[in-house]
């Protein structure tokens, strides 16, 4: 064997289950310690993968916080935000000293709560397909009527984001977008209907991914009643709420903007500004058939993971 593959024995870059294993083969990697050939791999369980193709047994699980009979929907957005979480039919929000507090009660059993920080300001929209209502100033509250001809409440939806200044929410096949600094939208102009139902909704600093059946597409444009044009970015859809956003400078980026992450049933896509995506795994890695899923980035000592758990 080549002495320049033997001194590479110990630098890994992954799971490939595209190739045959007969003809997986290392590929070499410029290093600081020189260049490598990193070796692909067939199957790995319960491991990481640092930035320099080394690899760990990953950490294992922390104490029980909380017990309950059909847990999900777990949600916060760091140390100095609410946490959140469904238990059957309850909305708790869970305190750092691990008691509870019930936030809403006879919510529709088994339906996933999608959150939605506004901004910056303690002020998270959830919804779950049948409910939808805000927390602020430590309590829920409903989204109220405005009275105003042409304008109506935001419906319910499986999904919500905010987006400079405005909320969309997702249902079934129709996305609806509020007024600006509101929870209202206006009936005439303020939603776009696509020809199947919507898995994604991933806003960026320019724009919003939006998967529906098959298609990606992205929405350029910030005021739907001047210009919000879509135009399609990918002729595959996504897998629902795999989606996380990662700034650029943790992707080794100069830019510093914004990028949408998310798993396709061909492999995790990246989709940057102006609608630029790329399949980073199309060539070693596609995913096993999943309903849905849920994803984190985890910063690990400096090393970036995107961590999928799919059912």
């Known amino acids: 064997m080549d002495s320049n ?12 289950n595209v190739d045959a294993d007969v003809r997986k083969a290392p590929r070499p990697v410029e290093t600081p310690h020189g260049v490598k050939h990193v070796y692909p791999l067939s199957e790995a369980v319960n491991v990481d993968i640092d930035n320099t ?57 088994g339906q996933r709560m999608s959150y939605a920080p506004w901004g910056n300001v303690k002020k998270i929209y959830m919804t779950n397909g049948f409910y939808i209502g805000y927390f602020q100033n430590d309590v829920m509250n409903l989204i109220k009527n405005p009275g105003i001809q042409y304008k109506a409440p935001l419906p319910p939806g499986h999904e919500v984001v905010y987006f400079f200044g405005r909320l ?80 650029g400078q943790d992707l080794r980026e100069d830019d510093g903007v914004d990028y949408a992450m998310w798993l396709t049933p061909t492999g995790i896509c990246l989709g940057g500004p102006k609608g630029a995506v790329k399949n980073l ?31």
């Open 5 to 16: 593959l033997l001194a590479s024995i110990g630098y890994f870059s992954g799971i490939n």
């Open 53 to 109: 193709f080394g690899i760990s047994t990953r950490q294992g699980y922390g104490p029980v916080l909380v017990s309950g009979l059909d847990i999900h929907s777990m949600w916060s957005n760091g140390d100095d935000w609410p946490c959140f979480y469904v238990d059957e039919t309850v909305l708790y929000r869970l305190m750092q000293d691990g008691s509870t507090v019930t936030m809403a009660a006879g919510l529709t059993p």
């Open 168 to 247: 969309y929410v997702a249902h079934k096949n129709t996305l609806y977008i509020s007024d600006a600094m509101c929870d209202h939208y206006d009936v005439r102009y303020g939603k776009r209907v696509f020809a199947h139902n919507i898995d994604m909704i991933a806003p960026i600093d320019d724009g919003i991914y939006v998967a529906d059946g098959k298609i990606t597409w992205f929405i350029e444009g910030l005021n739907p009643q001047e210009s919000m044009t879509r135009f399609k970015v990918l002729d595959v859809g996504a897998i629902p709420y795999t989606n996380v956003i990662i700034n």
């Open 281 to 311: 795994t199309i060539d070693s890695y596609f995913p096993p058939s999943a309903v849905e899923g849920r994803a984190i980035v985890r910063n690990n000592e400096q090393t970036i993971h995107y961590v999928v758990s799919l059912r």
